[in-house]
């Protein structure tokens, strides 16, 4: 079917969504237009519930019927209005005419198939060929998505590959059939920066390669300034606003739009400052006394995991996930851990929590944890506790959140009766709830919600160190800032500790005292914030600050690296022993792995 060039490849009209509740039908998209031309990348905008990933999935019909159903408007794609398709047509135009990347590829691709049996799945779909002309395709669309080694990657399953390979294994399904256009929903939400750097830059050479109209869901506006030509806004189902990137960046008109525009961490704002955003400086947090004594002090951390195989399951490879790390936390003071996925971050974090088995020395407020009995690590971990990146997981759905917040104070028989019952609504409070919400269950909550109710339960014992592992990663700019603040707030007043583990680094930067940058289970570079984010000495942090986005859509978009490679397995023989890291101090308590 020809189709006018001039005019736009889709056209949505006036789109309302609606889903079943017990109260009846409630519209979730309500009269929505916008338009998607040809070659270019519209960016729908907006936090978690706003309806951007059902607008998509009402563009898709994929809804899940019957709790959900387009009500009414159109859907113009090459003259054929996609909502009047029966489900046979519309099957003919999934995959073949446009694409979709869903937001999680573990869980859209299938665990129990290999990826080159996924992909020979999508290009036979609309394709006939045969069973080694479609592996031969399959393994082209794993190089042109830039995948190392495509022909042992087709014989592996999802749960071998990194998040960023499975995402571009995702990205090569959806291009399996060349569609005109290709809706990406979150693509690089979960993702390292680098990582989401290197999809982004793909996204754009083979929109440029083949002329493809992308469709770019996200709720972050760094990813919004890189990859649009137009941005519609979302909040509530409708559309708050709809323009031409640069001029909204530039002078947004509604004051939602301004609201996320400014709830954006942007990398370089505190150039010139020695203290967290809204933190006290590291003197003033841990006190004016003229020797400090560290919280928490480590020496030579390592974990490592055995890899067994065999009839006897044998150990026959080690995976080394944490190397010699030594460090100091001292009161009042954040300290970051930051790198990619798989550097080791959150197995320290472990580790330090007692959750893996470990070698070397932890000691907390002046106690040696190596080696303590059960019990006695129970009463260490009064001072150690830990806020996980996924609070829904987290949570136990079949308590009310209220009893979650008391179990600790329970388990170590600090409070009961009245006083707890106070205690429980103190911490409510303190957190920024309402203790009438405590009779509630997790899935009642929403993720920054749940999130501030896990800092809560963690709150309980009142600790002396707080770990945050990834504790904002997933969430909406501005509910971000708001558990930011709520955190800085608590250790304004309580002098509590933070590791903050995150990959975010434009975050690090807002609320850091010291960062330790870490690579394969070592550090790389540790120093103050100033220095880390100020003068990066070593080549990894230097490219984990390159690849944060800008919320600046007229700086020039950076070009996919070729060069730029997953992060090696830390993978290794049993006979293989490790170098220790050798450092240099580059002034000032800034060390360099050289």
């Known amino acids: 079917m020809t189709t006018d060039p001039t005019q736009p490849l889709l056209s949505v009209r006036n789109l309302v969504t609606q889903v079943a509740t017990p109260a009846g039908a409630r519209s979730v998209i309500r009269d929505l237009s916008f338009d998607l031309d040809r070659g270019k990348t519209l960016c729908i905008a907006g936090e978690s519930g706003s309806g951007k990933s059902?607008?998509?999935?009402?563009?898709?019909?994929?809804?899940?019927?019957?709790?959900?159903?387009?009500?009414?408007?159109?859907?113009?794609?090459?003259?054929?209005?996609?909502?009047?398709?029966?489900?046979?047509?519309?099957?003919?135009?999934?995959?073949?005419?446009?694409?979709?990347?869903?937001?999680?590829?573990?869980?859209?691709?299938?665990?129990?198939?290999?990826?080159?049996r996924q992909l020979v799945e999508a290009i036979t779909a609309h394709r006939p060929m045969g069973q080694a002309a479609a592996l031969a395709e399959a393994r082209r669309l794993l190089e042109q998505v830039q995948i190392p080694d495509p022909a042992r990657r087709l014989g592996q399953y999802p749960h071998e590959l990194s998040g960023g390979m499975r995402q571009r294994v995702m990205i090569a399904i959806a291009l399996s059939q060349g569609p005109d256009i290709l809706i990406a929903d979150e693509p690089t939400t979960a993702?390292?920066?680098?990582?989401?750097?290197?999809?982004?830059?793909?996204?754009?050479?083979?929109?440029?390669?083949?002329?493809?109209?992308?469709?770019?869901?996200?709720?972050?506006?760094?990813?919004?300034?890189?990859?649009?030509?137009?941005?519609?806004?979302?909040?509530?189902?409708?559309?708050?606003?709809?323009?031409?990137?640069?001029?909204?960046f530039r002078e947004p008109k509604a004051a939602y739009t301004r609201m996320l525009l400014d709830a954006v961490p942007k990398l370089g704002e505190m150039t010139g400052t020695d203290r967290p955003k809204r933190g006290r400086a590291e003197t003033e947090a841990a006190g004016t006394a003229p020797v400090r004594q560290p919280i928490l002090e480590v020496r030579d951390l390592?974990?490592?995991?055995?890899?067994?195989?065999?009839?006897?399951?044998?150990?026959?490879?080690?995976?080394?996930?944490?190397?010699?790390?030594?460090?100091?936390?001292?009161?009042?003071?954040?300290?970051?851990?930051?790198?990619?996925?798989?550097?080791?971050?959150?197995?320290?974090?472990?580790?330090?929590?007692?959750?893996?088995?470990?070698?070397?020395?932890?000691?907390?407020?002046?106690?040696?944890?190596?080696?303590?009995?059960?019990?006695?690590?129970?009463?260490?971990?009064?001072?150690?506790?830990?806020?996980?990146?996924?609070?829904?997981?987290?949570?136990?759905?079949?308590?009310?959140?209220?009893?979650?917040?008391?179990?600790?104070?329970?388990?170590?028989?600090?409070?009961?009766?009245?006083?707890?019952?106070?205690?429980?609504?103190?911490?409510?409070?303190?957190?920024?709830?309402?203790?009438?919400?405590?009779?509630?269950?997790?899935?009642?909550?929403?993720?920054g919600q749940r999130q501030r109710i896990s800092i809560a339960r963690a709150l309980s014992l009142s600790p002396k160190i707080i770990i945050a592992d990834e504790s904002v990663s997933a969430l909406d700019v501005s509910i971000q800032a708001q558990v930011l603040d709520l955190l800085q707030d608590i250790q304004n007043e309580t002098g509590i500790s933070y590791i903050f583990i995150s990959h975010d680094m434009a975050v690090v930067e807002q609320i850091s005292h010291r960062v330790a940058v870490m690579y394969m289970g070592q550090f790389v570079e540790t120093g103050t914030r100033r220095q880390i984010f100020e003068n990066p000495q070593h080549a990894y942090t230097q490219a984990l600050l390159s690849a944060v986005p800008v919320p600046d859509p007229t700086r020039d978009r950076r070009a996919y690296d070729p060069s730029a490679r997953e992060i090696r397995s830390p993978i290794r023989p049993l006979d293989f022993t490790p170098k220790p890291a050798a450092f240099q101090n580059v002034g000032g308590g800034h060390f360099v792995a050289r």
Not at 204 to 223: F, N, P, W
Not at 229 to 234: G, S
């Open 54 to 116: 059902m607008t998509a999935l009402s563009l898709m019909q994929l809804l899940p019927k019957p709790m959900a159903r387009v009500a009414s408007g159109q859907a113009i794609f090459k003259g054929r209005d996609l909502f009047s398709l029966g489900e046979e047509e519309m099957r003919a135009v999934r995959g073949r005419e446009i694409g979709m990347i869903f937001q999680e590829p573990m869980t859209s691709l299938n665990p129990v198939l290999t990826v080159g």
């Open 191 to 248: 993702l390292d920066v680098t990582v989401q750097a290197q999809i982004l830059s793909l996204i754009r050479m083979l929109q440029a390669e083949k002329g493809t109209s992308v469709i770019m869901i996200t709720h972050d506006m760094g990813v919004v300034a890189e990859m649009a030509d137009h941005v519609l806004v979302m909040k509530d189902g409708q559309a708050v606003e709809h323009g031409d990137t640069v001029p909204l």
């Open 302 to 447: 390592t974990v490592r995991f055995d890899i067994r195989g065999g009839i006897l399951q044998r150990p026959v490879a080690r995976v080394h996930a944490v190397e010699g790390l030594s460090f100091d936390l001292y009161p009042g003071e954040t300290l970051s851990l930051v790198g990619e996925s798989g550097c080791g971050k959150s197995t320290t974090g472990k580790a330090l929590m007692n959750l893996v088995p470990w070698t070397g020395s932890v000691r907390v407020a002046g106690r040696e944890t190596q080696g303590l009995s059960r019990q006695a690590m129970k009463a260490v971990l009064r001072d150690v506790q830990m806020v996980f990146q996924d609070p829904y997981a987290s949570l136990d759905p079949r308590y009310r959140v209220g009893d979650l917040v008391a179990e600790p104070l329970l388990i170590h028989g600090i409070a009961s009766g009245s006083e707890l019952k106070d205690r429980v609504e103190y911490l409510f409070r303190r957190v920024g709830l309402s203790p009438d919400q405590a009779r509630r269950y997790p899935h009642e909550f929403s993720g």
